[in-house]
């Protein structure tokens, strides 16, 4: 099975600044790839599906990038209400592996 | 409104069963694939199954496969997972979770609407 890793685990940022986080697929899934975002104590959303495409509704500071193994999640502007956890998560095919995750907070 | 509701989670003994509901509404349940997912306390999301618009394509996780059953009435706009030979590694909270694609008729997809979440706890 592929598997889906994230970096960092962890990161502390100041409101204003550009973060970025990467998922890395062990093998390629094209731009079968999506980001999540939980925010402490609530229930997943969908912020960008295959690859780079921000679902409805999503501020458009969130951006993604990325085919074949290596993608990225690029916030433009740190937003207070950005803490969250942020999850990729590989849709080409079953098993639909998640990253362990990018808890992101405010330095 | 669109909205999945969860229901029927609880404390069961290792090795008992549990039969976890998904009411649907707000959109045409018949149309789109659907998905469950749980995340143990504290620690990160995991797919579990997949059940296809006509039920014809099913999918489990290797975690669970043989133990839990995925299935759906799109009459009661209803999903369903049964979860027999319950562990102490199955507590968690359970989602259930809409494909993003309308009539995809088997192609999995991203998950853009989900439901608040059951809790199952495993413990004698």
């Known amino acids: 099975d592929i598997q889906m890793t994230q970096s960092p685990s962890s990161l502390s940022a100041s409101v204003g600044d550009r973060v970025t986080i990467t998922c890395r697929a062990s093998?390629?899934?094209?731009?079968?790839l999506a980001w999540y975002q939980q925010k402490p104590g609530k229930v997943p959303k969908l912020l960008i599906y295959?690859?780079?495409t921000l679902q409805s509704g999503v501020p458009s500071r969130f951006s993604g990038s990325g085919s074949g193994t290596d993608f990225t999640l690029t916030i433009s502007s740190l937003q207070p209400e950005d803490v969250a956890t942020y999850y990729c998560?590989?849709?080409?095919?079953?098993?639909?592996?998640f990253g362990p995750g990018t808890k992101v907070d405010i330095k | 409104e669109v909205q999945l509701v969860e229901s029927g989670g609880g404390l069961v003994q290792p090795g008992g069963s549990l039969r976890l509901s998904c009411a649907a509404s707000g959109f045409t349940f018949s149309y789109f694939g659907m998905y469950w997912v749980r995340q143990a306390p504290g620690k990160g999301l995991e797919w579990v199954s997949y059940?296809?618009?006509?039920?014809?394509?099913?999918y489990y996780a290797d975690s669970v496969k043989g133990r839990f059953t995925i299935s759906r009435d799109n009459a009661k706009n209803s999903l369903y997972l049964q979860m027999n030979s319950l562990r102490a590694e199955d507590t968690a909270v359970f989602y259930c979770?809409?494909?993003?694609?309308?009539?995809?008729?088997?192609?999995?997809?991203?998950?853009?609407?989900w439901g608040q979440g059951t809790m199952v706890t495993v413990s004698s």
């Open positions: 979770a809409r494909d993003r694609v309308w009539g995809s008729r088997g192609a999995v997809d991203a998950f853009d609407i």
């Open positions: 059940i296809s618009s006509s039920s014809s394509t099913i």
């Open positions: 295959a690859a780079s």
């Open positions: 998560q590989k849709y080409n095919s079953a098993p639909l592996t």
């Open positions: 093998q390629g899934i094209s731009n079968y």
